[in-house]
Each structure stands twice: as structure tokens, then as C-alpha cells.
């Protein structure tokens, strides 16, 4: 019995001892391996992680995990390993986003719960930017954000709590980085959610220019399943009578003489007018008139290509006409700045698909002018539809009056 009552009092000493020597000799790991952290912490976003200091992070991040793990840990000792383990989280998740980026953004939040506004400062900008490049790489890998309208709304709060011009730096970045993507129909999708959550901060702030740069993304980009505004000049100077369209399937392909893929599409867009016209489809040709596409270098085109031996049966219309008529063109409404671009349009006037791919166009116009798919509407429908279309003119006129100060 005494021998038991010995070893447990040696047990109730022993274990704060052994506790408070195992915190000694964690503490001064991540003493020996933060400085090496720190020096890159500055570099990252510019240049990778060396390998050194991935090293060093790495055994700053574990000593950190084992600390946490001891017991009568003060609040004091966690607040200060916290922060150092949010240093080694910044370079890992640099060299590693699979898997520290998720523990970067968990870190950030807990930092911000215990209110240390200049380490969150620096860690979120981090998450921030690491995130902006995972939700714009086209691949699959997964990450903590999942998708771009969470980290949208990420930056707006981040921008809110430290208000100046570096935040609005990293909103543009991010914006950029969308913009460049190669596949457009990516690009749209994310703009489609990020765009409309800028515009209202930037309306909020009263940064009324930076709003008015996003409208021509957000309306392009979110125009599936809303009506579009289609109109313009053809090459021999005459309006499109847009009511001519009711009730039809419309292909536009914004195109220019100088891009390869606009004219690759060419023989396969005959086809398919030829396929589906009498079924009601309508493709209107949008040349953009830049690069030098003015309106006699398309016309010499359009006289002297042919596809499959047949020449372009459908209406061209030219924006640098349209422009210089009544300054309303669909490539500033719906800012289209790179070529090609298709939308489909329903009988409804409502866009059912926005950057088809060719290759899906035929099954894509198959359903659409299909019996199945046809809209029949009664005559006050059809009164309010056009109606409706009308308005959408006019509105648009008088915005782009305004804007332009005529």
C-alpha cells in the first residue's frame, strides 16, 4: 500500500514536470526554425517557398500541433505558438495548397476570434490569394472554399475590416486572374457569382467607375436564362428588325476576318442553317470591327470565302456601323473582347446556352426548334413580350445616352 501511495504522488509531481520540459523543448524548435519562416513569410506570392524554409515551417507547424496537446497550457502560451504556427501555415500552403490551405483559413478565423488584427491582416491576405488562384485553376482539386462566391464574399470582409488601397488591389487581382482564363466558359461561370458581390461593395463605397467596369461582365456573364438585347447594323448599313426574331432559335456568333477559329466554326454553322433554318433557327454573323475588320474588308470576305463550297447565308451585322449610327453595340453592352463567341438564344428570346461548343451545337438547335420545345403564346403574350423587349431597348438607350452624355 505505501509503495502504491508513493507512486502516485510521484505521478501527481511528475507530470507537470515532464509536461513543462517537453513544452521547453517544443518552444525551442519552433525557436530554432521561425526565423527561417519569417524571412520567406515577405517573398511569398512573388517566389515559392525554398525548401528550407518549407523545412523549417513544417517542424514549426508539428512542434505547434504537440504543444496544443499538453496540458495547463496558458492562454498566453497558446496566443503566442498560435501565431507562429500561422506563419509556418502561410509558406506551407504555398508549397502545398492541398493540404495546409484549409488549416490557413481555419487559423485566420481563430485568429481573428482572438482579435489580433495584424497577424489576421497578413494571414488573410494569404488565404485570399492562394484561394483566388485554387477557385481559377480549371483542374479538380477540392479546397476548404469550394467555389468562388464564398471567397468573394471572403474579400469583401476583408476589405471592409482593412478598408485602403491593398484591398482593393486583391478584388482586382482576383478579377484579372478570372478575366485571363483560357476556357470562357469557365470564366463567365465565376464571374457570374463574383461580379454582382464586387459591384455591390464598390456601390456601397461609393466607387461608382469600378461598378460601372463590372456591368459589362455581369451582363454577359449571367445572361443564361435571362432575356437578351440583340441588336445592331448589317453590312449595308440597315437596322435589325430584332421583332423578325420572335418566335425563331437564334445562333449569334461574334466573329472577326482575322480569327482562325471564327472561320473553322464557319463550315460547320452552314451546315447546321441549312439543317434547321426551315425548323426556325437564325444565325446572325456579329463582326466586331476591330483588328481592321471595317465594313469593306467584310464585305470582300464574305465575296470571297466560301465553306464547303457554299457561301455565308445569314445576316452580318457590324458593330464599327453600329457604333458610329447610334453608339448601342452588343460587344460594349455584353463586353465580348475575345473572339469567338456563341450564344444560343430560345424561341422565348431567353439565352439557353452561353459558349457552346460546337461540337454540341447540332443536339443543343435540335432541342430547341424540336416541337417539344416550341412556345406557344397567346396574342396579350405575345402584346406584352414584344412589349417588354421594347422597354429593354429603350432602357438601354437612355443608359448608354447617359453614360456617354449625349
Known amino acids: 500500500m505505501r509503495n502504491l501511495f508513493w507512486t502516485c504522488t510521484l505521478a501527481l509531481v511528475c507530470t507537470p514536470l515532464a509536461s513543462a520540459q517537453d513544452f521547453a523543448a517544443l518552444q525551442a524548435i519552433i525557436n530554432e526554425n521561425i526565423p527561417a519562416t519569417l524571412q520567406m513569410v515577405p517573398e511569398l506570392g512573388r517566389k515559392p517557398p525554398t525548401q528550407e524554409s518549407i523545412d523549417a515551417s513544417k517542424a514549426v507547424y508539428e512542434a505547434a500541433a504537440k504543444i496544443y496537446a499538453l496540458p495547463d497550457l496558458t492562454a498566453e502560451d497558446q496566443q503566442r505558438v498560435l501565431q507562429r504556427e500561422a506563419a509556418a501555415l502561410m509558406v506551407l500552403a504555398y508549397a502545398d495548397s492541398q493540404t495546409y490551405f484549409p488549416k490557413l483559413t481555419l487559423i485566420s478565423d481563430e485568429l481573428e476570434k482572438r482579435g489580433l488584427p495584424k497577424i489576421v491582416k497578413e494571414t488573410e491576405k494569404h488565404v485570399l490569394g492562394i484561394g483566388g488562384t485554387l477557385v481559377t485553376n480549371t483542374g479538380n482539386g477540392s479546397t476548404?472554399?469550394?467555389?468562388?462566391?464564398?471567397?468573394?464574399?471572403?474579400?469583401?470582409?476583408?476589405?471592409?475590416?482593412?478598408?485602403?488601397?491593398?484591398?482593393?488591389?486583391?478584388?482586382?487581382?482576383?478579377?484579372?486572374?478570372?478575366?485571363?482564363m483560357n476556357n470562357a466558359a469557365h470564366r463567365d461561370r465565376r464571374l457570374a457569382l463574383a461580379a454582382p458581390i464586387f459591384q455591390k461593395y464598390y456601390q456601397k463605397i461609393n466607387h461608382s467607375a469600378r461598378a460601372l467596369a463590372l456591368e459589362p461582365d455581369i451582363m454577359r456573364a449571367t445572361l443564361p436564362g435571362q432575356p437578351m438585347f440583340i441588336t445592331g447594323v448589317d453590312i449595308n448599313g440597315q437596322d435589325l428588325d430584332w421583332q423578325s426574331?420572335?418566335?425563331?432559335?437564334?445562333?449569334?456568333?461574334?466573329?472577326?476576318?482575322?480569327?482562325?477559329?471564327?472561320?473553322?466554326?464557319?463550315?460547320?454553322?452552314?451546315?447546321?442553317?441549312?439543317?434547321y433554318h426551315d425548323a426556325g433557327l437564325e444565325i446572325i454573323g456579329v463582326n466586331t470591327g476591330v483588328k481592321g475588320d471595317d465594313v469593306n474588308k467584310v464585305k470582300q470576305f464574305l465575296d470571297t470565302q466560301s465553306f464547303g463550297g457554299k457561301r455565308?447565308?445569314?445576316?452580318?451585322?457590324?458593330?464599327?456601323?453600329?457604333?458610329?449610327?447610334?453608339?448601342?453595340?452588343?460587344t460594349k453592352i455584353y463586353g465580348i473582347d475575345e473572339l469567338p463567341v456563341l450564344i444560343l438564344v430560345g424561341r422565348n428570346g431567353k439565352v439557353l446556352n452561353l459558349h457552346p461548343l460546337p461540337a454540341t451545337l447540332d443536339n443543343l438547335i435540335g432541342d430547341a426548334t424540336s416541337i417539344f420545345a416550341t412556345v406557344e403564346l397567346t396574342e396579350e403574350e405575345k402584346k406584352q413580350r414584344d412589349e417588354a423587349i421594347k422597354k429593354q431597348h429603350e432602357a438601354i438607350d437612355e443608359q448608354i445616352k447617359k453614360d456617354l452624355s449625349l
Open 144 to 180: 476548404t472554399i469550394g467555389n468562388v462566391e464564398p471567397l468573394a464574399e471572403r474579400m469583401i470582409m476583408y476589405a471592409e475590416q482593412f478598408p485602403g488601397a491593398e484591398s482593393l488591389q486583391i478584388i482586382d487581382i482576383f478579377l484579372q486572374r478570372i478575366r485571363s
Open 245 to 275: 426574331l420572335n418566335d425563331k432559335v437564334v445562333l449569334l456568333q461574334f466573329w472577326g476576318t482575322w480569327c482562325a477559329h471564327c472561320k473553322e466554326e464557319m463550315p460547320e454553322l452552314v451546315a447546321l442553317y441549312e439543317k
Open 312 to 330: 455565308i447565308p445569314w445576316t452580318i451585322l457590324h458593330e464599327g456601323l453600329g457604333q458610329s449610327k447610334n453608339n448601342t453595340t452588343m
